[in-house]
């Protein structure tokens, strides 16, 4: 599985857009972007996933570059329960894990 | 509410001890697997457990092993237990074992003294 890198860490005034990147340089053509969030003291939630085309479901956003070696998490009116650690991934679509790195500290303040 | 419950929620144990922590997956996911969270740390895969069976292994060593039971619940099992093996212990089901959504529960928190 490809390698991701995120920046450690966030802030997001409540109510407004947070995007959080995500770097893949090194993703091959058969591996989706995905993104989990964890809540403190919570198990992992699944956000969203995409392949090539941007995505948009009840929850976020996914933006995918062109190239796919770069996308970006959009959270559209971030919440103070939005306050987590995202976690993007990139993996097979038959694959049987989840590698999770550091991730990125979302803060949003009100 | 994710519908994956693990018990207990907290333990400590003594090093060299060994310990059995519970899971209780969705009904009809026929696939659970476990993570390892260290502190500031993302999970980290265990194993997968696909129709009872083993279906893929992280890079942990045989002393944590597994069970899947036909009744959606699933044990991890820690043998001789060392200090750096207090972590948050996460497991998730599914339907199938590339199931994009994967709902994990709440975890166990061990603590090794």
């Known amino acids: 599985d490809a390698k991701t890198t995120q920046p450690p860490s966030m802030d997001c005034a409540e109510g407004r857009a947070a995007n959080l990147p995500c770097n893949h340089s090194?993703?091959?053509?058969?591996?989706?972007v995905y993104w989990y969030r964890q809540i403190h003291s919570q198990g992992p939630q699944y956000i969203i996933h995409?392949?090539?085309n941007n995505e948009t479901n009840e929850m976020a956003s996914l933006i995918i570059t062109e190239d796919r070696k770069s996308s970006t998490l959009i959270l559209p009116h971030a919440t103070l329960r939005d306050t987590a650690v995202y976690y993007c991934?990139?993996?097979?679509?038959?694959?049987?894990?989840?590698?999770f790195g550091a991730g990125t500290i979302l803060r949003v303040k009100s | 509410e994710t519908g994956v419950t693990q018990s207990p929620t907290h333990l400590i144990k003594t090093r060299g001890q060994q310990v059995t922590l519970r899971c209780s997956s969705q009904?009809?996911?026929?696939?659970v697997s476990w993570y390892q969270q260290a502190l500031g740390q993302g999970p980290q895969f265990i194993f997968q457990y696909y129709r009872e069976e083993e279906n893929g292994r992280g890079n942990f060593p045989p002393r944590f092993s597994g069970l899947q039971f036909p009744n959606y619940s699933s044990e991890l099992n820690v043998n001789a237990l060392e200090l750096d093996d207090s972590a948050l212990y996460l497991c998730?089901?599914?339907?199938?074992?590339?199931?994009?959504?994967?709902?994990f529960g709440q975890g166990t928190r061990l603590t090794v003294v």
């Open positions: 009904s009809g996911h026929n696939t």
């Open positions: 998730a089901s599914s339907l199938l074992t590339y199931d994009t959504e994967a709902f």
């Open positions: 995409g392949l090539k």
């Open positions: 090194t993703i091959s053509g058969n591996e989706y």
């Open positions: 991934i990139v993996r097979v679509a038959d694959g049987n894990k989840l590698v």
